[in-house]
């Protein structure tokens, strides 16, 4: 029985077109100044639009595969991608504007609030709001949405990796490890009835000066990028935020993915059958 399934590019294939495309098409990745007259007497406009259709779709594999690795992170914030239209006004192949080809011209981090879950686990939180939990890192202070903290028998709050959980003044919070406590909504801890801490969880007017410090950790990248206490921002005790990368969105995105990769190879491949006819032509006609 023959095998119906479609047969998707192999990464190998994927690389020599984008290999052609770059050499051919740009001086730098991924887009440059244009090369026309080697791209025209090379590679025609069919094959250059569907090779620049599969270069993106690596790109968004790679980006896909990303998030659908970190569905269970708690906290993860799921990476998207921003396409645009490079036009060469030099190449021949679309009237009065030249070649346009797709391509990833940025990427950027979707913050969009991630379902909550009970965990039972008094040392968890969810933040529902805007806000960050702030720790201490290696090389200045990092933001968390990922609430799954700990007492370590020193009595340090610590959160993922075990970094230490600041305080409204910026120092780590300290605990009794031997008493439990309590954290109210607005990330006030308390043991024995008596208030301990006061939890750092803060917000920003642009979160896209954000960039991603692992996997659960954001650093603010640029001196423009200030925190300032959350004001709408709740912490909501023995819960968890999930991540925003859903697993169902992931598949389907995966299986549209898959689709276009499949066109564009057949594109690629019609293109490359054109090219061999006309040159079969040409030779019966000038032997």
Same mark, same amino acid.
């Given at each position: 029985?023959?095998?119906?399934?479609?047969?998707?590019? &192999?990464?190998?294939?994927?690389?020599?077109?984008?290999?052609?495309?770059?050499?051919?098409?740009?001086?730098?990745?991924?887009?440059?100044?244009?090369?026309?007259?080697?791209?025209? $007497?090379?590679?025609? &406009?069919?094959?250059?639009?569907?090779? $620049?259709?599969?270069?993106?779709?690596?790109?968004?594999?790679?980006? !896909?595969?990303?998030? !659908?690795?970190?569905?269970?992170?708690? *906290?993860?914030?799921?990476?998207?991608?921003?396409?645009?239209?490079?036009?060469?006004?030099?190449?021949?192949?679309?009237?009065?504007?030249?070649?346009?080809?797709?391509?990833?011209?940025?990427?950027?981090?979707?913050?969009?609030?991630?379902?909550?879950?009970?965990?039972?686990?008094? $040392?968890?939180?969810?933040?529902? *709001?805007?806000?960050? !939990? +702030?720790?201490?890192?290696? $090389?200045?202070?990092?933001?968390?949405?990922? #609430?799954?903290?700990?007492?370590?028998?020193? #009595?340090?709050?610590? +959160?993922?990796?075990?970094?230490?959980?600041?305080?409204?003044?910026?120092?780590?919070?300290?605990?009794?490890?031997?008493?439990?406590?309590?954290?109210?909504? *607005? *990330?006030?801890?308390?043991?024995?009835?008596?208030?301990? +801490?006061?939890?750092?969880?803060?917000?920003? &007017?642009?979160?896209?000066?954000?960039?991603?410090?692992?996997?659960?950790?954001?650093?603010?990248?640029?001196?423009?990028?200030?925190?300032?206490?959350?004001?709408?921002?709740?912490?909501?005790?023995?819960?968890?935020?999930?991540?925003?990368?859903?697993?169902?969105? #992931?598949?389907?995105?995966?299986?549209?993915?898959?689709?276009?990769?499949?066109?564009?190879?057949?594109?690629?491949?019609?293109?490359?059958?054109?090219?061999?006819?006309?040159?079969?032509?040409?030779?019966?006609?000038?032997?």
């Amino acid at each position: 029985m023959s095998d119906s399934r479609p047969r998707i590019a &192999s990464k190998q294939f994927v690389y020599r077109v984008v290999y052609s495309i770059d050499t051919l098409y740009f001086h730098k990745s991924p887009i440059g100044t244009l090369r026309a007259s080697g791209f025209t $007497s090379t590679m025609d &406009s069919l094959s250059a639009i569907a090779a $620049s259709g599969l270069r993106s779709r690596m790109q968004e594999l790679d980006i !896909l595969a990303n998030n !659908l690795a970190n569905t269970s992170t708690r *906290g993860y914030k799921a990476d998207r991608e921003l396409y645009s239209l490079y036009t060469s006004n030099d190449a021949s192949g679309v009237a009065e504007g030249g070649t346009e080809t797709p391509w990833i011209k940025a990427t950027w981090v979707d913050f969009a609030q991630g379902t909550t879950a009970p965990t039972g686990n008094p $040392s968890d939180v969810a933040l529902v *709001g805007k806000g960050f !939990l +702030a720790v201490r890192g290696s $090389s200045g202070t990092l933001y968390t949405r990922n #609430g799954s903290l700990k007492v370590t028998s020193k #009595g340090d709050l610590v +959160a993922a990796e075990d970094r230490a959980v600041l305080d409204a003044s910026g120092n780590p919070v300290k605990l009794n490890p031997s008493l439990p406590y309590d954290i109210d909504r *607005g *990330g006030v801890l308390t043991q024995g009835g008596n208030t301990v +801490a006061q939890l750092s969880v803060v917000e920003f &007017s642009n979160p896209a000066g954000l960039v991603k410090a692992g996997q659960a950790y954001f650093r603010a990248s640029g001196s423009g990028v200030v925190a300032t206490p959350a004001i709408a921002t709740e912490v909501h005790q023995g819960q968890l935020e999930e991540s925003n990368a859903g697993p169902a969105e #992931g598949a389907v995105r995966l299986v549209d993915v898959m689709r276009q990769f499949e066109m564009l190879q057949k594109a690629i491949t019609l293109g490359a059958e054109m090219d061999k006819q006309a040159i079969s032509e040409v030779a019966k006609v000038n032997p």
